[in-house]
C-alpha cells in the first residue's frame, strides 16, 4: 500500500502538471514539448513501456502493475524537476481502463485517486486526426472517452484547460494556459 508521504511533493515548490485526454490526442509528444519549453523533466506513460512488453491483453494485475509504475516513476522524476514536472497522462488512466473493460476499479487506485494532486490538467481535445498504433484500441470511441474524462476530472474537483487545435496552435495553446495558471498562482 502506498503511503500518503510516498505521494505529497517532496519539494513544495515544483507545481504539476498533468497532460491527460483520449487515446491519438498526442499527449506524449505534447509532454515531450512542455518539458522542453519550461526546461524541465517530464514523466512518460508507464503503461506504454509496460504494454509493449505484454504478450496478451493486459489483465487486473497489470492494471494494478501500471498504477504502482506510474506512481513509481513519477516520485522517481520529481527531484529533477526545474519548478514544473510535465506527467504524460497520469494514473487515472488505470482507473479509466478498468472501469471499461473489467466494470470496476482497483480499490488502492480509487483511494488514492483524491490523494494524489496534480495542479493542473491540460486535457486534450479529439480535434485531432486518429493515428494508428498497436497499443491505441478505440478510435470509434473517442468521443465516449472524452465524455469519461470530462466526468473523471470533475469529479476529483481538477482544475483543468481544454486544449483544442492542431499543429503549433495546439501547442501555444497548452502554453498559454500553464502560463496563466503560473500567473495566477
Known amino acids: 500500500m502506498i503511503q500518503k508521504s510516498e505521494i505529497e511533493h517532496p519539494k513544495s ?12 490526442t498526442g499527449k506524449s509528444t505534447m509532454a515531450a514539448f512542455l518539458a522542453r519549453h ?13 504494454c509493449e ?7 487486473w494485475q497489470d492494471e494494478i502493475n501500471m498504477f504502482h509504475g506510474q506512481i513509481s516513476l513519477e516520485k522517481e522524476l520529481l527531484p529533477t524537476a ?13 482507473k479509466i481502463w478498468s ?8 480499490q488502492e487506485v480509487l483511494d488514492e485517486l483524491p490523494k ?10 479529439i480535434d485531432m486526426p486518429w493515428q494508428e498504433d498497436p497499443l491505441r484500441d478505440f478510435p470509434h470511441m473517442r468521443e465516449h472517452f472524452m465524455d469519461v ?17 492542431t499543429g503549433q496552435e495546439r501547442y501555444n495553446n ?11 498562482n
Do not use: M
Open 38 to 50: 519550461y526546461h524541465t523533466v517530464w514523466v512518460p506513460e508507464y503503461a506504454r513501456e509496460y
Open 82 to 94: 526545474n519548478g514544473l514536472l510535465i506527467c504524460d497522462t497520469t494514473f487515472i488512466t488505470v
Open 116 to 125: 494524489h494532486h496534480y495542479d493542473l490538467y491540460l486535457l486534450l481535445n
Open 53 to 59: 512488453k505484454l504478450t496478451d491483453v493486459p489483465t
Open 149 to 165: 474524462w470530462y466526468k473523471e476530472l470533475d469529479t476529483l474537483n481538477a482544475r483543468y484547460v481544454l486544449i483544442t487545435g
Open 13 to 24: 515548490e515544483i507545481k504539476k502538471i498533468a497532460v491527460v485526454g483520449p487515446e491519438s
Open 174 to 184: 497548452a502554453i498559454a494556459a500553464i502560463d496563466t495558471f503560473l500567473k495566477q
Open 99 to 106: 472501469d471499461h473493460i473489467f466494470g470496476k476499479s482497483p
